[in-house]
């Protein structure tokens, strides 16, 4: 018997009063949903680059996938990996839009990650997203807010990627998937073809910013209108990466009950840590703060997906691009339950003894 039918039983025959039953029935109900981290992910490569300039971007799934991602991963305590392969974007017919390049083949790669993305989410599995530039963040957002319409945004980055055609100085989509994804963005756009399977849906009331420092002057305008909650570099100066995060989290989500979606772009982090990123800015956070950004959203249990954008093996030398894929690598470790404490052996309870003979 379902506790609404209990009720409504004891609501119809008066029996009220102390029912111990019915106490621990109302106690359970009203009881908060206790998060724990789900211990499955779904791997998901998107080898795009269309939505920036420079050759490279689009190499990161496989160079991250032979420097070892699948069993990094497979060894974090607990932690059941599934990868869900690549998404391709054979050729398409461009359609011509103004200071807004490779429309088409952007929506073509984003409409097939999304419903990719969302499949994952419906197995169960945090899903991780490798792009790619950061245009791929239509396809990873819009299939989660599919599955979880109550899901919160945290876009980690050194750009706020809220530009829009008639803001952009580089005409380049990856500077502006978050003004694709919002709804109070709707009238800023005129038509765009090829992108009517993409409603936006999600409100920038559901968006909070960490790392920015090259922020235009709309995307600034943006940001102040609609008081997106926002920790620039100098807010993670004043306040510590963790207050930053847990700030961002709390503003977004006072109750603890929404799931996470974490939005990585790799230059957030400081360009001497990460250096082989198509547009990088100095001065951004080290590897440890991100570090820690991860593992605190993961502690929370509720994050259900994370992309990790804009790595460019192609760019710098030998020593940069083993820099930066580590460097993600760490990241998405971070976020998936790796512990820097080490973590003791399964069903081991003491150090192996030596058995001396003599
Ligand atoms: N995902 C990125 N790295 N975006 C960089 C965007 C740079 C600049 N704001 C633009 O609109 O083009
Ligand atoms: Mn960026
Ligand atoms: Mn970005």
Redesign the pocket.
């Known amino acids: 018997m379902s506790p609404f039918t209990y009720i409504l039983l004891i609501a119809m025959t008066g029996e009220v009063q102390l029912n111990p039953v019915y106490i621990v029935l109302v106690r359970n109900m009203s009881q908060e949903k206790k998060w724990e981290p789900l211990k499955k992910v779904g791997i998901i490569g998107v080898p795009f680059e269309k939505g920036?300039k420079k050759y490279g971007v689009s190499v990161a799934p496989a160079a991250l996938r032979y420097a070892g991602l699948i069993q990094q991963l497979s060894e974090i305590d607990g932690l059941d990996v599934k990868d869900y392969g690549d998404i391709e974007t054979p050729g398409i017919e461009e359609v011509k839009m103004e200071n807004m390049a490779h429309l088409a083949l952007v929506s073509a790669c984003n409409k097939k990650l999304s419903e990719r993305v969302s499949q994952v989410l419906r197995d169960d599995r945090v899903v991780v997203t490798i792009g790619g530039?950061?245009s791929i963040g239509v396809g990873t957002v819009d299939g989660h807010y599919q599955v979880n319409n109550d899901m919160i945004l945290i876009w980690v980055?050194a750009?706020?990627?809220i530009?829009t055609n008639k803001t952009?100085?580089?005409g380049?989509v990856?500077?502006?998937p978050v003004a694709l994804l919002v709804k109070e963005f709707n009238n800023y756009w005129p038509y765009l073809p090829t992108m009517d399977w993409q409603e936006p849906l999600f409100s920038i009331k559901s968006l909070g910013y960490i790392g920015l420092r090259?922020v235009?002057h709309y995307?600034r305008l943006a940001i102040e209108k609609y008081k997106v909650p926002t920790f620039a570099m100098e807010d993670v100066e004043e306040h510590g990466i963790k207050n930053s995060i847990e700030h961002v989290l709390k503003k977004l989500d006072p109750e603890n009950k929404r799931p996470i979606h974490v939005s990585f772009?790799i230059?957030a982090l400081d360009a001497l840590e990460a250096p082989s990123t198509?547009?990088p800015v100095r001065g951004g956070l080290s590897l440890r703060e991100a570090i820690n950004l991860m593992e605190i959203v993961y502690a929370t249990g509720r994050l259900r997906a994370v992309d990790l954008?804009?790595i460019n093996p192609a760019l710098g030398n030998e020593n940069d691009r083993k820099q930066t894929i580590e460097a993600g690598l760490c990241v998405l470790k971070a976020a998936l339950g790796f512990s820097r404490r080490g973590t003791a052996p399964r069903g081991v309870k003491d150090l192996p003894i030596q058995d001396h003979a003599h």
Do not use: I, L, P, W
Request: glycine residues 8%.
């Open positions: 920036q530039d950061h980055d750009h706020a990627d530009n952009s100085d580089s380049s990856h500077g502006m090259s235009d995307e772009d230059d198509g547009t954008v804009e």
